[in-house]
Every structure is written in structure tokens, then in C-alpha cells.
């Protein structure tokens, strides 16, 4: 009853103008970037922070949480029309709803994709307020042993489910905690690994560096890619057939149960529910030889557990604090920016706050399933802008946003600097994800372990003492250790399995 009163008055904070205006951009700005191929949610969340820096804190993050889930469709787009996924997530839409854009079908494709969409997204939101409150309640009996036992075994979920590659994801895992070290010692105020640059006294900068791995290296390798054809299909009829209807019903559903299922375990990855939804349709389907010839179960199974998972997935981040994807990962950098720190003590310190952005989700999904039923047609003419000129301006849009960020020029270059190395790390197939979440949770992993060992003068037999603190840090070493005796556990990994 109280998370149905504070989401209520939360409902009724997120119908206001402005936060309806936020949302409404979020959205839009969402569905643009999942257009361009190899943007992603990631890097378009990244991309678009600078634009919330003038915004109070609530309207900041509806904002890019509707610029997250807005960018999880607008990747549909150009998997159905030329076969091209906007974002890692829409991979497994290209099999099916390709096949049915040249036979004719695609305005049927997209709006199954739209409507599954919508209901797997409102049906994990509703689950969301259901869980989040336990959740956060369990949270506040948390000590600071049971938090860095609690992040330590988030970071170490992603590095064992991030991909194949095991060597890999730990190498960068070492990489982001190496980064997180820069700046003054939180214990003894002195600088470490400053170079003797008052620059980096702070720290190095979250939103240059998170701008510059998955913004300016991601348009490197898309400058990199063949230009593809838009196939000319009639997007008028968006109105999919009863039979299509029947045929989506049960694969929307299962779905939804899938997405939200994977969506609260860090580091699966928001390719991974898609494929799960995508294999289950196709073996409880009576007809599976149909898949990869245009089943519309296969286009529904997969968008709904795509955006089911993307709602999902705030719950480890609003309950625990703890970031389970990258794009998470992003939008905990921007909670931060915005002095908020997610986790159990945003429900008693932040209630207007926190409950806010959950009822914006409602109305962010409500808003994407306006945008994408009768604005198809304009969508897709947006894919015939020659990409040249996208990138061209996104990155003068990432230099101009790292700029106002400290009106400091020392944060272009790292920007730019780490987009080579993003663009490195890619054409080497070392994924990202480790490396920035462990950006985002070595600070805190650090101020929990230290004032841990402050309590127990030094002596790591607290967390023996404590039988949950224990539990968790048991988690990281039974997924590694299972991920080590996987005969692959070294072998070389694509960055789109990665992430």
C-alpha cells in the first residue's frame, strides 16, 4: 500500500509539464540514437548527458532514463528496414523482421515491436514497484562489509557473464579499477597517480572518459562499416493482421516473464534475454521452421524481453546501488553528477525523487508507443540522411558536451583520448563494460573496504563474522571459478557478446 501511495503521487509529480517535456525529449532523442547504427544506448545515453547539466535533478534523470529505453527501440528500426541493429539488443529482430520488411510486412513488424515493447516495458515497471521497496529495505540493514561484499560480487557477475573471454574482462576490469585510484586518497587527502596535474586532483572525469570509450570510439568503427540500403516498404499499413495478433500474444507474454527475469541478474547483458525469448518462442512454436523466414513471434518474443529487460535492470541500480549493465553503469554517473546516490537510502532520504522517475517509465512507454505507431514513416526517412553527416555532427555534439561540463579543455583531450583507446580496445575485442563499471564502483568500493577494516583494526576476519558479507563475496568466487573451468574461458570474445 505505501509503494502504491508514493508511486501515485509520484505518477503525479512525472504528468507535470516539464517532467512530461523531459520525458517526451528523452524519448525522442532515445529513438534517434538507437537509429544509427552502432550508437547504442550506451553511447547515446553518454553522448546526451551534457544536456541535462542545466536541468534540476529529477527532470536530469527522466530525461536519460527515456533516452535509455527509447534507444532500446529505436535499434529496431533499422533492424527491420535494412538489417543493420541500432544496439547489440536488436540483433536478434534482424533474423525475423528483415525477412518480413521484403516480404512486404514491415509495418506489421514494427508496430508488434512497438506494442510488445510497451507491455513488456509497463509489466516490469509494475513489477519494479512491486520489489523495489523489500529490496531496499533488506539494503538498509547493509554494514560496510555487506556493501563491499555486495559490489564486489555485482562487478564480478559482469566479468563472468560479459563474455567468453575471461582474461579479457579481468584486464579491464583492472583497468577501471586502476582509473577510479586517480586523484586525492579519500583517507589521507594526498594525491596519487596526479602526474602533478591539478586536473586530475578530483579524479578523472566520469562523463569525458564514459563519452570518449563508447561516443568517439564507436563512430570510429562505424565510419568503418559499408553504407546499407533502406528497403522501400509501405509503412502506412502498420496494423498487423488477427492472425498476427494471435501468433504475438503468447510470445509478448513470455517475454515479459524472460526480460524481467534477466533484467535483475548484473552483467547478463541486454542481448542475452532477447536470444534467451527468441529460442524459447521457437521451441514451444508448433511451426518452428518458420523462424528466420518472417515469424512474427520471433520479432515480438525478442522486443519484449528487450525492453522488459531495460526496466528491469533499474532495480539492482535503484535498490542496491549496484549497475548492471553499461548503460546502467552510465546512468549511475549521471545520478551522481546530479549529487544522488542510488541505492536503499534513496527511498528514505529521495522519496520524491526516486518514485518520480519510476512513474516516469509509465508514462516514458506510453509516450514511445505514440511516437513509434503513427511516426514510422518519419523514422525511417531519417535513415536516409547519409551517416557522414550524423557522425560529423555527434561528434561536434561530444566535443561541445565535454567542454561545458568544467568549460575546460583538459576534459576534450581525455575525451578524445580515450575514444582512441575505445576504438582500439574494439578492434582488439576487449570488452568495455568491466572496465566502466569498475570506473563507477572502485570509489566505493574502496570507502566501504577501508572503513571496514577501520572497525576491525586492520583484521579481514570481519567478514568471517559476518555471514552475509560472506555470502555475497562467495558469489563472485563461485562464478569465476565456474568460468575458469569452461574449456574457453581464455579464447577471444566479439565485443558484441561482450556487451
Not at 502504491?4 to 517535456?21: E, R, V, Y
Not at 516490469?124 to 562489509?145: D, E, H, R, S
Not at 576534450?412 to 575514444?419: A, R
Request: aromatic share 8%.
Amino acid at each position: 500500500m505505501d509503494a502504491f501511495q508514493h508511486l501515485m503521487a509520484g505518477l503525479g509529480a512525472a504528468m507535470s509539464p516539464g517532467n512530461l517535456m523531459f520525458a517526451f525529449a528523452g524519448c525522442m532523442l532515445g529513438t534517434l540514437i538507437g537509429l544509427l547504427p552502432g550508437l547504442g544506448p550506451a553511447a547515446g545515453t553518454a553522448i546526451l548527458i551534457p544536456l541535462t547539466f542545466s536541468l534540476d535533478a529529477t527532470g536530469a534523470i527522466i530525461m536519460l532514463c527515456a533516452i535509455y529505453y527509447g534507444a532500446m527501440y529505436g535499434g529496431t528500426i533499422t533492424s527491420v528496414l535494412i538489417n543493420v541493429p541500432g544496439e547489440a539488443a536488436s540483433v536478434i529482430t534482424c533474423i525475423d523482421g528483415y525477412a518480413m520488411a521484403r516480404q512486404g510486412r514491415a509495418g506489421s513488424a514494427l508496430a508488434i515491436a512497438a506494442i510488445g515493447s510497451f507491455v513488456g516495458g509497463t509489466a516490469a515497471t509494475i513489477a519494479l514497484v512491486v520489489v523495489a521497496i523489500p529490496l531496499a529495505q533488506l539494503a538498509l540493514k547493509f554494514g560496510p562489509a555487506e556493501f563491499f561484499g555486495l559490489m564486489v560480487a555485482g562487478l564480478c557477475l559482469v566479468i563472468g557473464l560479459a563474455g567468453k573471454n575471461l582474461l579479457a574482462a579481468l584486464l579491464m576490469t583492472v583497468l577501471g579499477l586502476l582509473l577510479a585510484m586517480i586523484g586525492l586518497d579519500p583517507v589521507r587527502g594526498a594525491p596519487r597517480f596526479t602526474f602533478g596535474l591539478p586536473e586530475l586532483y578530483d579524479g578523472i572525469g566520469f562523463i569525458p572518459v564514459v563519452m570518449g570509450l563508447f561516443g568517439i570510439g564507436e563512430l570510429l568503427i562505424a565510419a568503418e562499416r559499408r553504407e546499407t540500403r533502406m528497403i522501400e516498404a509501405d509503412l502506412k499499413k502498420w496494423n498487423p493482421t488477427k492472425k498476427e495478433w494471435r501468433a504475438s500474444a503468447g510470445a509478448i507474454g513470455r517475454g515479459t516473464i524472460v526480460g524481467f527475469v534477466l533484467g535483475l541478474i548484473p552483467g547478463v547483458g541486454a542481448i542475452v534475454p532477447t536470444f534467451m525469448a527468441y529460442v524459447l518462442e521457437k521451441r514451444v512454436s508448433k511451426t518452428p521452421e518458420r523462424f528466420g523466414n518472417g515469424a512474427i513471434e520471433g520479432v515480438a518474443s525478442a522486443e519484449t524481453a528487450n525492453n522488459a529487460y531495460a526496466n528491469a535492470s533499474m532495480v539492482p541500480l535503484l535498490a542496491l546501488g549496484v549497475p548492471s549493465s553499461p548503460t546502467i553503469a552510465v546512468l549511475m554517473g549521471a545520478f551522481i553528477v546530479n549529487g544522488i546516490t542510488p541505492g536503499p537510502f534513496l527511498f528514505t532520504e529521495r522519496p520524491e525523487l526516486v518514485w518520480t522517475v519510476i512513474a516516469s517509465f509509465f508514462v516514458g512507454n506510453a509516450i514511445l508507443l505514440i511516437l513509434n505507431l503513427p511516426l514510422v514513416g518519419l523514422w525511417a526517412k531519417l535513415l536516409k540522411i547519409p551517416f557522414s553527416y550524423m557522425c560529423t555532427g555527434v561528434l561536434i555534439f561530444c566535443v561541445i558536451g565535454a567542454y561545458g561540463l568544467k568549460q575546460s579543455l583538459f576534459d576534450v583531450w581525455i575525451m578524445l583520448g580515450f575514444g582512441v583507446l575505445g576504438y582500439l580496445l574494439r578492434k582488439l575485442d576487449l570488452p568495455l563494460a568491466p572496465a566502466i563499471l569498475a570506473l563507477i564502483l572502485g570509489p566505493m568500493m574502496e570507502r566501504s573496504l577501508r572503513t571496514t577494516l577501520e572497525i576491525s583494526a586492520g583484521s579481514f576476519a570481519i567478514f568471517l563474522d559476518r555471514p552475509l558479507a560472506l555470502a555475497l563475496l562467495a558469489v563472485p568466487v563461485l562464478v569465476l571459478g565456474f568460468m575458469l573451468l569452461k574449456p574457453r574461458a581464455f579464447a577471444p570474445v566479439r565485443q558484441a557478446d561482450a556487451e
